[in-house]
C-alpha cells in the first residue's frame, strides 16, 4: 500500500489506482492527497479524495495522537527516532523541546521516560492546541509544560539538563539560544537536514561553533542519518554533550 496511514485516514501523493479497494479496508475510512509543505510552520496542502473527515488519534508506541492532516504534519520516517526518545533513562531530568510540534518527541518522552519536567515550546497555534489536547489525551499534565511561543525568546538561564532540537530547516539558528538553556553536561539532540558529502560534519561544526562562543565544549556521543530527506540530502540528527 502506496502511501502512510495516519490513524484512519490514508495519506498518498498521487490518487491510487486501487483506490476502490483500498477504501473497503475496515481501518481506511479517509484518504488524502498530500501537495507542498509550506514555510517554518510546515503547514500542508491537501485534498480530501474520500470521507469527510481530516482530524484522527494517531497510536504509536503506547502514545495516542490527535492530529487534523490539513493543519498539520505527521513524518513516518520519524518513527524510530521518537522511539529512541522514548527511551531515555528514567530521573529527573528538565528538558526543553523547542520545536515541540502536536507532541512528536514530547509525549513519547513524558509518557515513557518520565522526567521531572518537560517545557515543550511551539510557535503555530494551531499545532500547540494539539500539542494541549494530546498532554491530556495521554495524561502527562504534570510532566509537561506547553509554552506558545518563539523557542528562542525564552527565559530559560541554564535550566535544562537535555534540549530537543527536532525540526529541521533553520534549527541551527536556534543553536545559541540552545545552548544557554542548557546546563553544563547537559544533552542536546541536534537535527538538520545535511548533504552526504557532509553528513556529519557541518553539524558537528556548527554546534561545536556555537558552544565556543559561550566558552563551553562539546562532545560527540551519537550521530545518526534518520532518512533521506531528498535526493543526496539526509535528515540527520548528533547527539551532544555540551560542558
Known amino acids: ?33 498530500i501537495g507542498h509543505i509550506h514555510g517554518q510552520k510546515r ?12 482530524e484522527t488519534i494517531h497510536k504509536e508506541n503506547y502514545c495516542k495522537f ?9 513524518s513516518k520516517g520519524n518513527t524510530g527516532e521518537r522511539l529512541r526518545m522514548s527511551k531515555l533513562p528514567k530521573n529527573s531530568e528538565t528538558i526543553i523541546d523547542m520545536f515541540a510540534g502536536i507532541g512528536y518527541f514530547t509525549i513519547p518522552m513524558a509518557v515513557h521516560s ?22 491530556k489525551l495521554n495524561k502527562v499534565d504534570e510532566i ?20 530537543m532540537m527536532g525540526y529541521i530547516g533553520t534549527t541551527h539558528l536556534y543553536l545559541d539560544q540552545a545552548i544557554s538553556y542548557l546546563k553544563e553536561g547537559g544533552i542536546l539532540h541536534y537535527h538538520e537536514s545535511t548533504p552526504e558529502a ?5 553539524p558537528v561544526e556548527l554546534v561545536k561553533l556555537a558552544a565556543q562562543k559561550q566558552g563551553r565544549t562539546i562532545e560527540v556521543l551519537n550521530k545518526r542519518s534518520i532518512k533521506k530527506y531528498s535526493p ?12
Not at 518520565?114 to 498532554?135: D, R
Not at 509537561?144 to 535550566?159: A, E, N, R, S, T
Request: with cysteine; charged share 30%.
Open 1 to 33: 500500500m502506496k502511501g502512510k496511514l495516519i490513524g484512519d485516514i490514508l495519506v498518498v501523493k498521487k490518487i491510487p489506482d486501487n483506490l476502490d479497494e483500498l477504501i473497503q479496508l475496515p481501518y481506511i475510512n479517509n484518504v488524502v492527497k
Open 43 to 54: 503547514e500542508p496542502d491537501i485534498e480530501l479524495i474520500y470521507g469527510n473527515n481530516t
Open 66 to 74: 490527535k492530529i487534523d492532516v490539513s493543519k498539520v504534519m505527521w
Open 114 to 135: 518520565k522526567p521531572k519536567k518537560i517545557y515543550a515550546i511551539e510557535i503555530n497555534p494551531v499545532s500547540y492546541e494539539f500539542l494541549c489536547e494530546n498532554i
Open 144 to 163: 509537561v509544560k506547553p509554552i506558545l511561543g518563539d523557542c528562542g525568546k525564552q527565559d530559560f538561564d541554564h535550566i535544562a539538563d537535555r534540549i
Open 198 to 202: 557532509i553528513l556529519f560534519k557541518r
Open 232 to 243: 543526496g540530502v539526509h535528515h540527520t540528527v548528533i547527539d551532544v554533550k555540551i560542558n
